[in-house]
């Protein structure tokens, strides 16, 4: 994997995870956060659930819908919805192979089985995936990450496990451009111009230094954010009231979520 | 400000000793008293204890050894209290920016505060204007310049406006011209009534900008006093491996040595512009 691959992919990664840590100001809010919330969330579960092909289609539909009323970027939702993609096809092309290729003897030749086993399996699966990222990334964008940890702190979340959930979506994308940084800087050092084998080896000798300046480095922003005043008990309880549309649109969500998994 | 005896201590720090996990001892019954509204300079070689020392004076490292207090109460009583009265802003920006955006950087300690979205809005834009950073409000801190990140992790902590500042190697990264207005910043922030204690191993900053030097040398105190007492003196110097400022050495390599140098570039042009006025007139 060439230097340049590799750091494009960290790199890409990072602000991808970083969608979910963006804050969003609470004026002009259509409905409560708690419905929405739910409401979405929901969504994402039932399409999971799901059977056919058609239930993660019209969620997809319904989130393109729902992020022109939100008036949330597209853009961000689409790079959620790719990486989850490739990494739902990454794992489901090997498998379904390898399907194939196991049933080759019993039915038909390998590439008629592989067709099929892709078809009723493999594209259902990915597009089930897809969909329940492009609805959870909705719901990050629409309320923004302390919004959303208000929400799960009215649904007795312990304030302990969000602060450190809160940590984490911060930290990740952090960490992995620590890991570029650290990449690139042993790649200066090597004398003869890049290769792939060279790249392996790099990422093979970098876990030990990552994990101990993650450790440092961890420890540096844990002082910095204290110093900030920042305390796991402050955030605060979502204390919203829920009117007459949030109960329509709650509703409407939660019929729809009940469709989608008998679909 | 008066000598050692006359000030009025803000935060003091008695007998502190620190020791690493690892062993290092970076402080060694270091005491050291800071006075309101004044600029005190913690300078040093590298690895001699000003960035332990800045830490364990915000109260985020306890000391194994002595005592630190804040307006007379120990620090271990005062708790998380201290923290809306002392600011920090680290040597590295990357371990102070976090968030997606310089505004949700800047605008993180408010929203902790609780304070409504449009009064977080009016402060963040506030300090943006006064750093000259509203250009980069909406940017991912990670995609900025070694000296915009300096000044976004200045604004993170100006922001909470805090009586005492502390500052971990402020200048370091920035432009001539950056390190200026910075100096010009904090010498406005100090006329305001604010405290501000920075370290610093570049003695012409040092002696530029402080009402009192501390100097550090392996984790000890070495020597203390008003810049022109102290970055003369080329013994205390020598010992915290520092050399003394650049006006001192010019004047020094002019005139020979002499009782009172200068240690301020515009000390060394007014004594050049009266010798060469002499010379003139003599002429």
Redo the contacts between chains.
């Keep these: 994997m060439p230097k340049s691959l590799l750091s494009s992919f960290l790199n890409g990664i990072a602000d991808v995870l970083e969608v979910f840590s963006f804050e969003r100001k609470e004026d002009a809010k259509l409905f409560d956060d708690r419905s929405i919330s739910i409401s979405l969330l929901m969504l994402a579960i039932a399409v999971s659930f799901s059977k056919t092909i058609y239930s993660p289609l019209i969620l997809l539909l319904l989130v393109a819908v729902l992020t022109r009323l939100f008036k949330v970027n597209v853009r961000y939702t689409l790079k959620v919805a790719g990486v989850t993609a490739i990494f739902v096809i990454g794992v489901t092309l090997p498998m379904a192979l390898y399907q194939a290729y196991l049933s080759c003897d019993v039915e038909g030749g390998l590439g008629a089985n592989l067709i099929s086993i892709v078809s009723d399996v493999a594209i259902p699966l990915i597009l089930r995936a897809v969909a329940a990222a492009t609805v959870v990334t909705l719901m990050a964008q629409c309320l923004g990450l302390t919004r959303l940890m208000k929400v799960l702190r009215g649904l007795r979340f312990p304030p302990k496990l969000l602060f450190i959930l809160m940590l984490y979506i911060r930290y990740i994308p952090i960490m992995l451009r620590q890991l570029v940084k650290l990449l690139s800087a042993r790649e200066a050092r090597l004398l003869s111009k890049s290769k792939v084998k060279n790249s392996w080896f790099m990422l093979s000798t970098v876990t030990g230094s990552l994990l101990i300046i993650g450790f440092e480095r961890a420890f540096r922003l844990q002082m910095a954010l204290k110093a900030r005043g920042l305390h796991y008990d402050l955030i605060p309880t979502y204390s919203g009231k829920i009117s007459l549309p949030d109960l329509v649109f709650m509703t409407l969500m939660l019929g729809l979520a009940f469709v989608l998994v008998l679909m | 400000m008066g000598g050692k005896e006359t000030l009025k201590p803000l935060i003091e720090l008695k007998d502190v000793s620190y020791t690493y996990p690892d062993g290092t001892c970076a402080l060694k019954r270091v005491s050291i008293r800071i006075p309101e509204k004044s600029i005190i300079a913690i300078t040093g070689a590298n690895g001699s204890g000003k960035s332990t020392l800045l830490?364990i004076m915000?109260g985020?490292?306890d000391p194994q050894e002595g005592c630190v207090r804040f307006r007379g109460i120990d620090m271990k009583e005062l708790g998380?209290k201290v923290?809306?009265e002392?600011?920090?802003v680290?040597q590295?920006p990357d371990?102070?920016l976090?968030?997606?955006?310089v505004y949700?950087d800047i605008?993180?300690?408010l929203?902790?505060?609780?304070l409504s979205?449009k009064e977080v809005r009016a402060r963040v834009y506030e300090v943006a204007r006064e750093l000259g950073i509203e250009s980069l409000l909406s940017r991912?801190p990670?995609r900025l310049s070694g000296g915009e990140k300096r000044r976004v992790a200045l604004a993170?902590?100006l922001v909470?406006n805090p009586p005492v500042l502390l500052l971990d190697e402020p200048f370091s990264d920035l432009t001539s011209y950056a390190a200026e207005y910075l100096m010009n910043l904090i010498v406005r922030l100090r006329d305001f009534g604010r405290t501000i204690v920075f370290t610093s191993h570049d003695v012409d900053i040092v002696a530029e900008l402080s009402d009192y030097v501390y100097i550090l040398a392996k984790g000890q105190l070495v020597a203390q006093g008003k810049p022109n007492e102290v970055l003369c003196n080329d013994e205390l110097l020598s010992k915290a491996e520092l050399r003394p400022p650049t006006p001192t050495i010019i004047y020094r390599e002019l005139m020979g040595y002499g009782d009172k140098c200068p240690i301020k570039m515009s000390e060394l042009l007014s004594i050049l512009n009266k010798v060469t006025a002499l010379h003139s007139h003599n002429e």
């Design positions: 830490l915000a985020l490292l998380c923290r809306h002392i600011g920090i680290f590295d371990d102070q976090f968030a997606p955006t949700d605008a993180f300690g929203r902790l505060l609780k979205e991912p990670h993170t902590t909470l």
